[in-house]
C-alpha cells in the first residue's frame, strides 16, 4: 500500500468516530507509528467540515498521560483554511512515558474543538544504551582462560553484541567472551548494539578491561648462614631467600633430609654436629611459578671441639733497671688459634702494640706487666687468658750538670786584665773531671778553676764535666758559656728622643737619653736653645716650649776605656700649635615611631679625640650614658633629643659642643585579633565547610596562615573551604601589615569539625516487576526525609512509600536526609505485561492453514471489552467483532477481496485491568494473500 493510500485510509477511519454537531467539524485522524517516543517527530492527519477563515491555525493538542485534555500540550500547528491536512507535530521530550495517550487537533478561526484520534498511543521514554563487562581477574598466566561478562542496560529484547580485543574484533555475538590467548596489556571492551524503542547512544561501547599476563616464573630459593664453622653446642641461624616464592611461600627445613624447624624463612639449632648439611624446601604460593617445590642449596656445618686457652710472659733482662732502661717482654701463647690478639697492660692500664713483643723505657718502679691475649680459635674456654705478672724494680735517673762564674762578673774589662772561671758540679759522683775549653779548644787542667789574663774580646769559655755517679744522664754535660768583653779604645756618644715634637702650646713633652759607653755613671745636662735645663737625669719634660724650640743634651761617660767624652746629643725642634673647635651631629633610626618602639641615636663627634665623652638630653635633662649611642623604648610624641660631647682632642676649642636637636612623633599602639566562624560545624562525610575569619588591625593586606591540627595549609585568604575529617581543629594566624600593631602575629579561637557518617538509604526489595496500570510500592528505609526520582508516575515524590505506576521499566532513585546528610539509593520496576500475537498476513485460500485474520491469545487468556476493526485502502471497515475468538476470513459483504494490504486496529484488557497490545500497539496492517 503505497503512502496516499495509507493517508487517506487513515482518514476515512478517523471519520467512523465524529459527529457532525456544529457547523465546523474537526475530526482528528488514526495516528500511525505507536509506541512514539520522547522528543519524537509524529504526523497528525485531520479532516474538518465548515468554513474556515483566513489566517486560521490548525493546532494538534497532547492529552496528558491519563488521555484528559483538561490541560492540552500544544504539540504543532498548521496555518490552513483547508478541510483536509496533517500537521507535523513533536512530542515534547518532558512528557511522562505513558500507554493512554490522545491527540486532538483545534482550530482557532473560528475556535473549534476537534475530536482525538480514537485510540490509545504510546509514548515511551528516551533512555540511554550502556554496556558494563568484567572479568573474574584481570591478572592471569599465560595461556590462562578468561571468561567475560557483559551487562546490558536499555539493551532492548536483543542486544547485539561484538567483542573486541585492542580494537580488533574478536569472538561472537554473545554477552560472554572466553580465551586463552591474551597478552600482557591487552585492552578488552565490548560494543553492544541495543534494540530497545527510543534508544540513544546506541552502539554503547563498554568500559576497558587492562589484562595483565604475567609470565610463567621459576621457583628457587637459597640458604646463608650466619656462621657455618661453630664450636660444640653454637648456635647457627640460617635464612632462606626465595625467588619467586609469593606472599608468603611454605618452607621446610632439613639436617642431612630430615625435616626439622618450622615454616619459617628463618632457622636456628644449637645442636649441630660436625659435617651436618641444612636445606629447606620453599613451596611458592605464585599462581605462575614452575619448579615449586624448589630445595635451596647445601650448607656444611664444621663443628670444633673447646680447648683452654693460655699465655706466659717473660722479660729479656733483670728487672731491676734504672729510669729510663729499656726492658723487652715476649709472650707465648697456648691455643691461641692461627691470630691470635695480644693486649699488653702496665698497672691494668692497655699499652703497647698487638704483637708477642712489647718494649718500654717509661716503666717506674713498682710498675707491674701483664698481658691479656685473645685465641682466634672460637672453641677456646677462659678466653681471653691473662698472663702471669713482672713487678719491675727503678732507681731514679740523676742528671749531671756544670754551671760556671766568673770574676769579674760580668767580664767587661780592659785589655790584659786577669779573669777566674769556677766550676760548680751537680751530680757529679764521688770523682767527676773537668776539661775547660777557651772558643771550643781544650785549655787549663782536671780542676774546678781556670784563670787567664790573655783573653781578648768575644772569647767563650765553656767547662765540660764527666760525671762517675750511678744511673747518671746528660754526662758529660757541657756548662754554661760566658763571653768577654775587652775594651779597647770606646768612643762615647747620645742620643735623645721626644714623644711628640708637634704639641698644642702648653702640652707636657718627655725627652729621652739614650747613652752609649756611658759607663754605670755617667752624668746628663739639658739645653734649651743652648741654655742649661732640666738635671742631671736621662728624662727631661716640659710644659713651657714654644714654637721652634731646639732641646739637646750633654752626656759625660763613666768608663775609664772611653773617648770623645762630654758627647753631645742631635738637636730637637718643636713644632707648637693652638687648636680647632670641637662639634658634634646626631642622627636617629627613625623620627617618626610606635608607642614603645625602641629608638637608636648616634652621635658623630667633629675633633672629638680618641675618647670623647657623651651626655644625651631629652628635653634637655640629662639621660642616658657616656657612649656614642643613646636607645630608648620610652619618648613621648613630640620629645626633643640632644646631646653633648666633651673633646679629649689635643689643642681643640668650642669644647664642650651641642649637638643639633632631633624630634621625635610617636604614634600609639593598637592590638590586632582575629576570630573564626564556621557555616557548620557538624557535617557529613564528604561535605564542605567554609571557616571565615573576623580580625582587626589587619592592615591593608593581612596575611592569613591556616592550620589544620597544627600543620599549615596553603591558603592565603580570610576564608577557608575543605572537606574535613571528624575532630579537625582549625586555627588561623594573623599577619597584619598596618603601623604600630601590638598582638602580632595574632592567633585565633580553635573551631572543632564533627563529621557524621555517610547516610546508607535502603529500598527493600530493590527490584520489582509489574505490568501498565498496576502500581506497587516502593520501599525505603533509613532516613528522616526523602526525595524520589524521577517525578514520573508515583503517588508522592516525598515518602519512603509511594506507589509507582510506571508506564515503561524504570529506575527510580531515592535521596534520603538525616540532619545535613545525605545518601541514596535505587529500585528497579520492570514493566512486563501481557503481550498477544497479531500476523503480518494471512491466506484465506481454502486450505485451512493460516485461513483467518484475527487477534491470538494465549490458551486460557480472557480479555473483556475486546474490539477488533479491519479497515481497506479507504478507510472502508470491512470487518469488526467483539469476540475475541473470532477472525475475518478476508471477505466482505460475503464477498472475497483480492491480494492488498488492509489495516487493523483492536483494544482489550485482561483480567486485571491491564491494557493488552502487540509490543505495546493496537494498530498495524495485514497482507490478504490469494
Keep these: 500500500m503505497n503512502k496516499t493510500g495509507r493517508f487517506f485510509i487513515t482518514i476515512l477511519i478517523s471519520l467512523l468516530f465524529i459527529s457532525n454537531a456544529n457547523a465546523q467539524t474537526i475530526t482528528t485522524g488514526i495516528i500511525i507509528g505507536s509506541p512514539f517516543c520522547q522528543c519524537g517527530a509524529i504526523t497528525v492527519p485531520f479532516t474538518s467540515t465548515g468554513i474556515f477563515n483566513a489566517g486560521n491555525i490548525y493546532t494538534a493538542e497532547l492529552s496528558d498521560a491519563a488521555g484528559s485534555f483538561a490541560l492540552p500540550t500544544s504539540i504543532g500547528s498548521f496555518p490552513s483554511t483547508l478541510n483536509i491536512g496533517s500537521i507535523a507535530a513533536t512530542i515534547p521530550c518532558n512528557t511522562i512515558a505513558g500507554t493512554l495517550y490522545r491527540i486532538r487537533v483545534t482550530s482557532d478561526n473560528p475556535s473549534a474543538i476537534g475530536t482525538d484520534n480514537g485510540i490509545d498511543l504510546q509514548i515511551d521514554s528516551a533512555v540511554t544504551a550502556s554496556v558494563t563487562i568484567s572479568a573474574p581477574q584481570n591478572i592471569i598466566c599465560a595461556n590462562q582462560q578468561l571468561d567475560f561478562t557483559a551487562v546490558p542496560f536499555n539493551g532492548g529484547s536483543t542486544p547485539n553484541y561484538q567483542w573486541q580485543v585492542n580494537g580488533g574484533n574478536v569472538g561472537s555475538n554473545s554477552s560472554t567472551f572466553s580465551t586463552t590467548t591474551l597478552a600482557n596489556g591487552d585492552l578488552v571492551t565490548c560494543i553492544m548494539t541495543s534494540n530497545a524503542n527510543c534508544v540513544s547512544g546506541s552502539p554503547a561501547t563498554s568500559n576497558t578491561e587492562i589484562i595483565t599476563v604475567n609470565a ?116 707465648t701463647p697456648v691455643n691461641g688459634g692461627n691470630t691470635p690478639s695480644y693486649q699488653w697492660q702496665v698497672n691494668s692500664g692497655n699499652v703497647g702494640a698487638n704483637s708477642t713483643t712489647f718494649s718500654s723505657t717509661t716503666l717506674n718502679n713498682g710498675d707491674v706487666v ?424 508515583l503517588s508522592c515524590l516525598d515518602c519512603p512509600n509511594p506507589l509507582a505506576d510506571p508506564s515503561d521499566t524504570t529506575l527510580y532513585t531515592v535521596t534520603g536526609t538525616s540532619g545535613s546528610c545525605t545518601g541514596t539509593a535505587t529500585v528497579l520496576v520492570n514493566i512486563k505485561c501481557p503481550d498477544v500475537f497479531v500476523p503480518s498476513a494471512f491466506t484465506p485460500n481454502g486450505d485451512n492453514v493460516n485461513q483467518f485474520f484475527k487477534v491470538e491469545f494465549p490458551i486460557g487468556f480472557v480479555v473483556t471489552d475486546f474490539t477488533l476493526m479491519v479497515f481497506d485502502r479507504w478507510g472502508q471497515m470491512v470487518f469488526h467483532t467483539n469476540d475475541q475468538n473470532e477472525g475475518w476470513d478476508g471477505t466482505f459483504n460475503g464477498k472475497p477481496f483480492s491480494t492488498g494490504v488492509f489495516v487493523w486496529m483492536f483494544r482489550g484488557k485482561d483480567r486485571d485491568g491491564r491494557s493488552v497490545s502487540v509490543n505495546r500497539t493496537n494498530s498495524g496492517d495485514v497482507t490478504l494473500i490469494r
Excluded: R
Design 216 to 331: 610463567s616464573v621459576v621457583a628457587s630459593v637459597s640458604v646463608f648462614a650466619n656462621i657455618t664453622t661453630i664450636c660444640t653446642g653454637g648456635q647457627v641461624d640460617f635464612t632462606a631467600t626465595p625467588t619467586n616464592g609469593g606472599t608468603p611461600p611454605d618452607y621446610q627445613w632439613q639436617i642431612n633430609g630430615s625435616n626439622v624447624g618450622t615454616n619459617s624463612d628463618q632457622f636456628s639449632t644449637t645442636t649441630l654436629n660436625n659435617g651436618d648439611v641444612v636445606t629447606c624446601i620453599m613451596t611458592s604460593n605464585l599462581a605462575c611459578a614452575t619448579g615449586s617445590p624448589a630445595t635451596s642449596n647445601a650448607v656444611s656445618i664444621t663443628v670444633n671441639p673447646i680447648a683452654p686457652a693460655l699465655v706466659s710472659i717473660v722479660a729479656n733482662t733483670p728487672t731491676t733497671i734504672c729510669s729510663g732502661d729499656q726492658v723487652d717482654f715476649t709472650a
Design 370 to 793: 701483664t698481658c691479656i691475649m685473645t685465641s682466634s680459635n672460637l672453641c677456646s674456654t677462659g678466653n681471653p687468658a691473662t698472663s702471669n705478672a713482672i713487678p719491675i724494680i727503678v732507681t731514679p735517673s740523676v742528671v749531671a750538670s756544670d754551671t760556671i762564674t766568673s770574676v769579674p762578673n760580668p767580664v767587661v774589662i780592659c785589655s790584659g786584665d786577669p779573669v777566674i772561671f769556677t766550676s760548680t758540679a751537680t751530680n757529679g759522683g764521688s770523682n767527676p773531671t773537668y776539661q775547660w775549653q777557651l772558643n771550643g779548644a781544650n785549655v787549663g787542667s782536671n780542676s774546678t778553676i781556670y784563670a787567664s789574663s790573655t783573653l781578648n774580646n768575644g772569647d767563650v769559655v765553656t767547662c765540660i764535666l764527666t760525671s762517675n755517679a750511678n744511673c747518671v744522664t746528660n754526662s758529660p754535660d757541657v756548662s754554661n758559656a760566658i763571653t768577654v768583653t775587652v775594651t779597647t779604645g770606646l768612643v762615647a756618644s747620645v742620643t735623645i728622643t721626644a714623644d711628640s715634637t708637634t704639641i698644642c702650646f702648653g702640652d707636657l713633652v718627655n725627652f729621652i737619653a739614650t747613652a752609649v759607653n756611658g759607663g754605670g755613671a755617667s752624668t746628663f745636662q739639658w739645653k734649651v736653645n743652648g741654655v742649661n735645663a732640666g738635671t742631671n737625669s736621662s728624662v727631661f719634660s716640659s710644659t713651657t716650649l714654644n714654637n721652634g724650640d731646639v732641646v739637646t743634651c750633654i752626656m759625660t761617660s763613666s768608663l775609664s776605656c772611653v773617648s770623645g767624652s762630654p758627647a753631645t746629643s742631635n738637636a730637637i725642634a718643636m713644632t707648637v700649635t693652638t687648636g680647632a673647635p670641637a662639634s658634634v651631629l646626631i642622627s636617629a633610626t627613625s623620627t617618626s615611631i610606635c608607642s614603645g618602639d625602641i629608638v637608636v641615636f648616634t652621635a658623630t663627634p667633629t675633633n672629638g679625640g680618641a675618647a670623647p665623652s657623651f651626655q644625651w638630653q631629652v628635653n634637655g635633662v640629662n639621660i642616658g650614658t657616656n657612649s656614642a649611642t643613646f636607645s630608648s623604648t620610652t619618648l613621648a610624641d613630640n620629645d626633643v633629643v640632644t646631646c653633648i660631647i666633651t673633646s679629649n682632642a689635643n689643642c681643640v676649642s668650642n669644647n664642650p659642643a651641642t649637638s643639633n636637636t632631633i624630634t621625635i612623633a610617636v604614634t600609639p599602639q593598637t592590638d590586632a585579633s582575629i576570630t573564626l566562624s564556621a557555616d557548620n560545624t557538624s557535617i557529613c562525610e564528604g561535605m564542605t565547610a567554609t571557616i571565615t575569619a573576623s580580625f582587626l588591625n589587619g592592615g591593608t593586606a593581612p596575611v592569613f596562615t591556616w592550620l589544620v591540627n597544627g600543620t599549615i595549609i596553603t591558603n592565603t585568604g580570610s576564608s577557608y573551604t575543605s572537606v574535613f575529617n571528624d575532630g579537625d581543629n582549625i586555627t588561623c594566624v594573623l599577619l597584619s601589615n598596618a603601623n604600630c600593631v601590638n598582638n602580632n602575629p595574632a592567633t585565633s579561637n580553635t573551631i572543632f569539625i564533627t563529621v557524621n557518617p555517610t547516610l546508607v538509604i535502603t529500598v527493600d526489595p530493590d527490584t520489582l516487576t509489574t505490568c501498565w496500570t498496576m502500581p506497587v510500592a516502593l520501599n525505603a528505609s533509613g532516613a528522616d526525609t526523602y526525595s524520589w526520582s524521577p517525578d514520573l508516575h
